[in-house]
C-alpha cells in the first residue's frame, strides 16, 4: 500500500527525516512512535504532499508519488488527519464532511456521496446528531472523530492520523481508538502517528519507532510492548507489558491466554 525508500527531508539547515524506510501493507495498522521533534509528522506531511522530499521515494499503491502535489495524493486514495484535527470552525459539522467529499465529486462520484454521509452518521453517532452545530463548539473528541470522518469522505484506501489522541482525556482517547479499528473495518488501511505509544500500538498490527529522524526500531506491535527499550523510553518505564510478552512466548496456551486477559483487564 505504502513504501517508503531512504526518505530525506531538511528544514533549511535542519534535517528533519534521514534515509527513512517503512512499508504498511494493506489492511494493516501501523503506529509510528517517537518523542517531540522526532519527524513524525514531517513523514506524513511528506507522504501527504504537503512537504517535499529531499532524497528518496514514496510509492502509494504502486505509483511514484514523491513528486506530486497534495490533492493528487487524495485524489489517488491517501488521507491525511492533521495534527491538532484542523476542522472548518464556523461552518456545520455536515458541511465540514462535505468538504471531505469534493475529490468524490472530482471522481464523478457525486451519487454516493449521501449514502457516504449516512454511513459516517452510523459509524460516528455522535456526529449524527450534531450535524448542523458548528464543528468550533464541538468538544475536542468529537472534533477528532469529525476530522477523521471528513477523511473518510474521501474513501481513501490508506487513512493517516496524526496524534489523533492528543489533549483528550483517557476515556476518549479508547473512543478515538476504538474508531481507528472501524476505520480499518471499513477496509481502509491505517498509518497512526502517536506519541501515546502505549495506545497506539495496543491496537496496531506492527510499528516503527523514530528517534531524531531515523527509524530506530521495528516490529510487531506486540513485540515492541515487549521491548525494554521501548518499555524506557515510550511506555513510561512500565515493565509489565514486557514481563506479559515473554510469559506468553514462555508458555504454553493456556498461559499465554491468561497473560491476554491480564492485558485485556489493565
Ligand atoms: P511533535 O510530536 O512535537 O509534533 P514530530 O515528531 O511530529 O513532533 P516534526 O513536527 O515532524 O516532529 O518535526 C521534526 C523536526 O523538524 C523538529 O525539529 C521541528 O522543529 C522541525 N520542523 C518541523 N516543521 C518545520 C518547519 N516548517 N520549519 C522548520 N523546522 C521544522
Request: charged share 25%; with cysteine; aromatic share 4%.
Amino acid at each position: 500500500m505504502l513504501r517508503l525508500r531512504n526518505v530525506e527531508v531538511a528544514y533549511g539547515r535542519l534535517t528533519a527525516l534521514r534515509r527513512v524506510s517503512l512499508h504498511v501493507d494493506q489492511g494493516e495498522i501501523v503506529s509510528l512512535i517517537g518523542a517531540n521533534g522526532a519527524g513524525k509528522s514531517t513523514l506524513l506531511r511528506t507522504v501527504a504532499g504537503l512537504q517535499r522530499a529531499g532524497g528518496g521515494t514514496v510509492q502509494f499503491r504502486g505509483q511514484d508519488v514523491t513528486a506530486l502535489r497534495a490533492e493528487k495524493v487524495v485524489a489517488l486514495g491517501c488521507s491525511l488527519v492533521p495534527e491538532g484535527r484542523q476542522v472548518f470552525a464556523t461552518m456545520p459539522v455536515r458541511e465540514n464532511l462535505l468538504l471531505g467529499a469534493t475529490v468524490q465529486y472530482r471522481r464523478g462520484k457525486a451519487a454516493e456521496v449521501e449514502a457516504d454521509l449516512a454511513r459516517m452518521f452510523a459509524l460516528f453517532p455522535r456526529l449524527a446528531e450534531r450535524q448542523a452545530q458548528l464543528a468550533g463548539t464541538l468538544s475536542g473528541g468529537e472534533q477528532q472523530m469529525l476530522a477523521m470522518a471528513r477523511a473518510l469522505m474521501a474513501r481513501p484506501a490508506l487513512v493517516m492520523l496524526d496524534e489523533p489522541s492528543m489533549g483528550l482525556a483517557p476515556l476518549v482517547v479508547k473512543d478515538v481508538l476504538r474508531a481507528i479499528q472501524a476505520i480499518r473495518g471499513e477496509g481502509a488501511t491505517v498509518l497512526l502517528v502517536e506519541q501515546n505509544a502505549r495506545a497506539a500500538l495496543r491496537i496496531a498490527d506492527r510499528g516503527y519507532v523514530l528517534e531524531n529522524g531515523r527509524i530506530v526500531l521495528e516490529g510487531s506491535a506486540e513485540d515492541l510492548l515487549g521491548n525494554h527499550d521501548v518499555q524506557r523510553a515510550y511506555l513510561g518505564g512500565d515493565q509489565s507489558e514486557a514481563r506479559a510478552a515473554e510469559a506468553r512466548q514462555a508458555s504454553g496456551p493456556a498461559e499465554a491466554a491468561q497473560a491476554g486477559k491480564a492485558k485485556e483487564d489493565r
